[in-house]
């Protein structure tokens, strides 16, 4: 099952605070963007990669995908100062036809196994998104406050990728531009068109790297999953 996959990398990474976009930060001796990229240049159902991107590091990113040979990037078209806008003007780049994936370019590690099983289940029902049963105890809090604790056993955090037929999530962000809609996520805007949504568990080493405590939990899933120490 082919599937195309949209990579938001046009960020501004201020909670990283390291005075560069987060994606060119390095784990491993590698930039993050390209390990994510990679997962997917590797994947013989990958069938393109869209990446959003600031105008400014356009020459810069296309510098990076030939150091480190990734050719199935067929566009990069300018990124918004939202993700959904990102996820939108790449959405108007893809053929239409496969499955569509929105990933995290920030979470490289993403196996691929979870990704067959999110184009498979998005394939039978039209969406379906990665994510984790929730571990912690859940509180409802308003002004600093505990209201109430809220049963964690139905409750999961969402992760990338999240997979959809081209039409419906096309049809989704039609509908949330239209309206002035933001929504956190593309299954929340999918949501809107009362389709459901087909839950996969991935696992809690998808990790997004979005602070410096993140690159240190990333390089330890590197050494791991390399067999260093």
């Not at 099952?1 to 560069?20: E, T």
């Not at 990734?70 to 239409?96: F, L, N």
Request: charged share 25%.
């Amino acid at each position: 099952m082919s599937y195309d996959v949209i990579l938001p990398a046009a960020g501004s990474g201020k909670r990283m605070g390291a005075g560069k976009n987060k994606l060119f930060l390095e784990l491993n001796n590698k930039p993050i963007l390209i390990h994510t990229l990679e997962v997917f240049e590797v994947d013989p159902q990958c069938r393109a990669i869209y990446l959003a991107v600031k105008d400014e590091e356009r020459t810069f990113i296309r510098s990076q995908l030939q150091q480190y040979k990734i050719s199935k990037v067929k566009a990069m078209p300018t990124g918004g100062d939202e993700r959904q806008h990102s996820v939108y003007a790449c959405m108007k780049e893809v053929v239409a036809g496969a499955i569509v994936l929105v990933h995290d370019a920030a979470r490289p590690f993403i196996e691929q196994a979870t990704i067959h099983r999110l184009v498979e289940a998005a394939t039978e029902k039209g969406a379906a998104i990665a994510g984790v049963r929730a571990k912690d105890t859940m509180k409802r809090v308003e002004n600093g406050i505990i209201q109430e604790t809220i049963d964690r056993s139905s409750l999961w955090m969402i992760q990338t990728p999240q997979a959809f037929d081209f039409e419906l999530l096309m049809q989704a962000q039609v509908k949330a531009e239209q309206e002035g809609f933001l929504g956190t996520d593309e299954g929340m805007l999918v949501e809107r068109l009362d389709q459901q949504i087909q839950i996969v568990e991935s696992n809690y080493e998808n990790i997004k790297i979005t602070t410096k405590e993140d690159l240190v939990f990333g390089e330890a899933i590197l050494n791991r999953r390399q067999g260093g120490n």
